[in-house]
């Protein structure tokens, strides 16, 4: 069985500085990871997701994950974050067998200040 | 424009009173599922399907039912609801192989006084 942990439930960060938001997984098998964004009342999006290949992993609106298979982490990053980045991030992992049962984390609420 | 819809956004109902959550995805997905979610649980899953008539269980099914006899529509059914099943529920469909990628309708808020 899988397992994801978002240790960090809120992290507030001002405008235009970094952030790092932080994902863990447990899994006896292969995974694919993803991380979701949840803007105020709408569904989830993907922001980037990890199949196989290179380790680091460039998603839409400058956000960037990279998948540590020794630490068993995923962790998001952005250099430079804006208001607009304010939402809730949730850290996903599915069977690379192809199951597509989905683990979902806790998530993660940014929010930038201004 | 591709897109996953939930009917209704918005449903408050009273104990035992069954209840049908549509969802309609127009991108000839194979995939399609269902979660709820409460704070500080994340999302959960509750069915999924893998294609028509194929159906099967994720984290959480107790008190649900779905069925999935059009490869475009995936309903969640509660057939007695009770006041543990108020949440925010969403449906969200995938391609299969290097494209997956799971689209999310807009949600659910469902209140069962």
């Known amino acids: 069985a899988q397992s994801v942990t978002q240790l960090d439930s809120q992290v507030p960060v001002f405008e235009e500085a970094p952030v790092e938001l932080r994902c863990n997984y447990s899994s006896s098998v292969s995974v694919y990871l993803f991380w979701y964004v949840q803007y105020p009342n709408q569904g989830l999006q993907l922001l980037l997701k990890?199949?196989?290949?290179?380790?680091l992993v460039k998603g839409i609106n400058g956000f960037e994950a990279e998948f540590n298979k020794s630490q068993t982490s995923f962790h998001l990053r952005k250099p430079s974050v804006h208001i607009s980045d304010t939402a809730e991030y949730f850290c996903a992992v599915s069977e690379s067998s192809g199951t597509y049962k989905y683990i979902f984390g806790t998530g993660t609420r940014l929010k930038v200040l201004a | 424009e591709a897109q996953v819809t939930q009917n209704p956004r918005y449903l408050i109902t009273v104990t035992g009173k069954k209840l049908t959550v549509t969802c309609s995805q127009n991108?000839?997905?194979?995939?399609m599922s269902w979660y709820r979610q409460d704070p500080g649980l994340g999302l959960r899953q509750i069915y999924y399907s893998m294609n028509v008539e194929v159906t099967d269980k994720g984290d959480v099914p107790e008190g649900y039912k779905v069925s999935r006899k059009e490869k475009r529509n995936f309903p969640l059914i509660l057939e007695s609801p009770s006041p543990n099943q108020t949440s925010l529920y969403f449906c969200a469909s995938s391609s299969f192989g290097r494209n997956e990628k799971l689209f999310f309708g807009s949600g659910t808020q469902l209140s069962v006084l």
């Open positions: 990890y199949l196989s290949g290179s380790t």
């Open positions: 991108m000839n997905h194979e995939y």
